[in-house]
Structure formats: structure tokens, C-alpha cells
């Protein structure tokens, strides 16, 4: 697995004599938009093709941390249009489910499909709600953490998905 400073790229740090550096407590607590949330998890899933091979698995993993982050936020849809394309990619979700090859695809599925459920209710993101999100984000970590090669690289998958987490509270 290449990690090109994976945690530096997390938290927005780097340092010229550690290939990567360790998120301090007041960079894990910096929030940042969806757009870099994006950029950082598309960074992530390519620096796994080499342990996770399948490109449907890396874009599962994709789809899946970007959309926990964003239902942990409090996105909801707000028309009936959204509901009804959230519902859609639900479904499409759940039949490629039913395909799916590897148990990190696998988990990842689950954990999107039920980040856009939350993003499709109505109601109030609870604690509840939040503690399902990071239960399937951490079982996604640990498909993922079963894949790499080394426990550097399991420490840096922790690591990153530690600091997405805390993305949740912004």
C-alpha cells in the first residue's frame, strides 16, 4: 500500500522529515468542508488500490465515508425529488450488495446505504444515529485494516479513519 503522507494529508499538515505526521489533538479538531472531505477520502481509496484491487470495492469505501460524514452532519434531502434519488441510490446499492465479491465492498455497502437512509429520514440526527454511522465506518476500517500489508499501514488506515470521525462533529 503507497500512503503518499496519508494522516499529513488528513489533518493539513506535513513535516519534511516524517513521511507522514501525527494529527495534534487541535488539527484532528479542525473541521473542514465536504469538498475537502472529499479530496481526502479520494486520496485514501487510491492509495489502497494496491491492497484493495477491486475498483468496485475502493469506490464503495468512497461512497461510503464521504456519505457517513455527510449524514453525521445533519444532511438531509429536502423535496420529495431528493428523497425519491436517495431512495434510487439505496436500491441500487442493495442489488449490487447482493454481488458484491470482498467483505471490505461488502461493508462498505452497508455502511453507505445506511449513511443515505439517515440522509433520507426526516428526523433529527440523534446519537443513536451518529454512534450506527461510526459503527460502520470502524467495520469498513477494520475490512480494509485485514487487506494491508503491514501494521504501519493498519496504524495509518486507523489513523485516517480516526480523524474522518471527528469530521462528524462539525
Not at 441510490?89 to 446505504?113: F, N, P, S
Amino acid at each position: 500500500m503507497k500512503f503518499r503522507s496519508l494522516v499529513a494529508t488528513v489533518v493539513a499538515t506535513a513535516s519534511a522529515t516524517v513521511p507522514f505526521a501525527m494529527p495534534t489533538p487541535a488539527d484532528a479538531a479542525r473541521c473542514v468542508s465536504g469538498a475537502e472531505v472529499r479530496q481526502q477520502v479520494a486520496t485514501f481509496v487510491h492509495d489502497l488500490r494496491d491492497d484493495v484491487g477491486s475498483t468496485h470495492a475502493r469506490a464503495a469505501v468512497r461512497g461510503a465515508y464521504v456519505e457517513s460524514v455527510k449524514a453525521a452532519r445533519g444532511v438531509k434531502a429536502k423535496t420529495p425529488a431528493e428523497r425519491r434519488d436517495l431512495g434510487e441510490r439505496i436500491a441500487a446499492l442493495a442489488k449490487q450488495l447482493e454481488d458484491a465479491a470482498g467483505r471490505v465492498e461488502r461493508k462498505a455497502l452497508i455502511a453507505e446505504i445506511h449513511a443515505l437512509q439517515e440522509q433520507k429520514r426526516q428526523d433529527r440526527v440523534s446519537g443513536r444515529d451518529i454512534r450506527q454511522l461510526e459503527t460502520d465506518v470502524r467495520a469498513v476500517k477494520r475490512a480494509i485494516i485485514a487487506k494491508v500489508d503491514t501494521r504501519r499501514e493498519g496504524r495509518q488506515v486507523a489513523a485516517f479513519v480516526r480523524d474522518l470521525m471527528a469530521q462528524f462533529d462539525c
